[in-house]
């Protein structure tokens, strides 16, 4: 706002006085306001001075024309170049001000470069961040997949141990009862051999008593016999 005030207070006194100023911008136009082309009936020589605003920007002004311009409508000189002096005062603050407001070309090439290098780096830290937990998920998985290979050979090993253990069991069950059932028939063996020779001998005793007993039947009949022939014959 103090820099467009300021333009347009240059610029009535440039139209009341002929003035004619260098501008870059400032006022909203690049070109040449000569009082050559407005004022032709006056001479006019294009000296100008460069003013250094602040030690940082060079700004072209016409001050010899200003101060002849204004001498030319009657200022005397000394107040020609104090109004002089001023005016060029007041358009190096109006255009430090526009400077300050305003971020130059290179000052945003330089903002730039720096937000592209910054962008650059947080996307080679975010690049590197995801690469390393990639890596490290990756590590995990196969700690974690080796783990479960591990534990899966161990418990095979361990049912298979087991299995083994019980097998060796269920075949020395087997062997054992095997031998208790061979056991058992043989002593069902030597007992029905026992029983078959206790069963012969005692039919040979009884074939043998039956022998006996038909054999005194037979003494005994023969006695009886010859006992009664004996009694008959001395009856009769």
């Known amino acids: 706002m103090a820099a467009a005030a300021a333009c347009k207070r240059v610029g009535l006194l440039g139209r009341n006085s002929g003035i004619g100023l260098y501008g870059f911008g400032v006022c909203g136009s ?10 032709p009936d006056l001479d006019y020589r294009q000296i100008s001075q460069l ?3 602040n030690g940082k920007r060079l700004f072209l002004v016409d001050t010899l024309a200003l101060v002849r311009r204004l001498e030319g409508q009657g200022v005397p000189s000394k107040q020609a170049e104090a109004i002089t002096a001023a005016i060029t005062e007041v358009l190096n603050d109006s255009l430090e001000n526009v400077s300050q407001s305003f971020v130059s070309k290179a000052e945003m090439q330089r903002i730039e470069m720096i ?18 937990h990639f890596s490290l998920l990756q590590h995990e998985t196969e700690k974690l997949r080796n783990d479960i290979e591990k534990m899966r050979s161990e418990l ?4 298979d141990k087991v299995t083994a253990g019980q097998r060796l069991d269920l075949n020395l069950e ?3 009862i095997r031998e208790e059932l061979s056991n058992q028939n043989a002593e069902t063996t030597n007992l029905t051999n026992k029983l078959d020779r206790e069963i012969h001998a005692l ?6 008593a039956k022998y006996d007993v038909i054999k005194y039947c037979i ?3 023969v006695s009886i016999s010859a006992v009664g022939l004996a009694v008959l014959r001395i009856l009769m």
């Open 174 to 176: 087997r062997g054992r």
């Open 156 to 159: 095979r090993f361990e049912i």
């Open 30 to 39: 690049s070109q040449l306001l000569s009082p050559a082309f407005r004022y």
């Open 115 to 132: 937000q592209e290098s910054n962008l650059s780096k947080f996307k080679s830290e975010v690049q590197n961040s995801q690469g390393n």
């Open 203 to 208: 039919r040979a005793h009884l074939e043998a």
């Open 219 to 221: 003494g005994t009949l």
């Open 51 to 53: 003013v250094k605003s």
